[in-house]
């Protein structure tokens, strides 16, 4: 078994190289770090929700690498546990996941929230054995702030109920971005922070704001230190 999941993992990592999509393999031990972690949290959760669990990662800053983040902890979800994940871009004004995989502006979450694609158009495989990804569609960071987020919960149970987690790449934590919408129907949320950025204020106030959603803050990740 262990060596079947290895030969599987090798063939991911060449076609996802292929594309010019491979995730990190220098930090490739960190995230798979990551992702025992966060199977570790969600353990309790599987016992008691009938429906995926559902993780943002987002940041304080620009630049802080919280897609690149996103991505690779998809991965290794996918790489330790052979569990179906999706990769859902929320991001709206960066586009990241799907620009990488050549997908870019093309419908996916916002339109699947306002009703005019459904999901089985939208989603689309990737390189890596069980990850999929949802782009965030054509809307913008503005346009996003008006999207019905109160129907995740249903898309979720009902729609995307294959997936053991969905991994949301959100925007970064401000009033101006769709983050604050988003985060009050996931489970529990990353942060990711530069290492040279890290302000504990800041740190402080984004727990309290997720705490007072109900949402929980299941790590920090240090980036470029």
């Known amino acids: 078994m262990i060596e079947d999941i290895t030969n599987r993992d090798q063939k991911d990592r060449q076609r996802a190289k292929r594309?010019?999509?491979?995730?990190?393999?220098s930090l490739r031990r960190h995230f798979m770090s990551l992702a025992r972690q966060v199977r570790r949290w969600s353990a309790s959760k599987t016992e008691i929700i009938d429906r995926p669990v559902t993780i943002g990662v987002t940041s304080l800053n620009s630049g802080a690498g919280k897609s690149t983040v996103s991505y690779n902890l998809s991965a290794a979800m996918c790489s330790i546990g052979r569990t179906a994940t999706l990769l859902v871009e929320s991001d709206?004004?960066?586009?990241?996941?799907?620009?990488?995989?050549?997908?870019?502006?093309?419908?996916?979450?916002?339109?699947?929230?306002?009703?005019?694609?459904?999901?089985?158009?939208v989603v689309h495989e990737t390189p890596i054995t069980d990850l999929h990804v949802l782009g965030s569609g054509r809307k913008s960071d503005q346009e996003a702030l008006e999207l019905p987020f109160d129907l995740l919960p249903e898309l979720a149970s009902k729609q995307l109920s294959e997936y053991g987690y969905l991994i949301f790449d959100l925007p970064m934590a401000s009033p101006l971005t769709a983050c604050d919408a988003i985060t009050p129907y996931l489970d529990g949320v990353i942060l990711t922070v530069e290492a040279n950025q890290?302000?504990?204020?800041?740190?402080?106030?984004?727990?309290?704001?997720?705490?007072?959603?109900?949402?929980?803050?299941?790590g920090l990740v240090i980036n470029k230190s």
């Open 19 to 25: 594309m010019g999509v491979a995730p990190s393999a």
């Open 92 to 121: 709206f004004g960066s586009h990241y996941i799907t620009r990488r995989l050549g997908q870019a502006r093309s419908a996916g979450l916002s339109e699947v929230l306002i009703g005019v694609a459904e999901v089985d158009d």
């Open 198 to 218: 890290i302000d504990h204020r800041l740190i402080n106030r984004f727990r309290k704001n997720a705490e007072s959603f109900g949402v929980e803050i299941i």
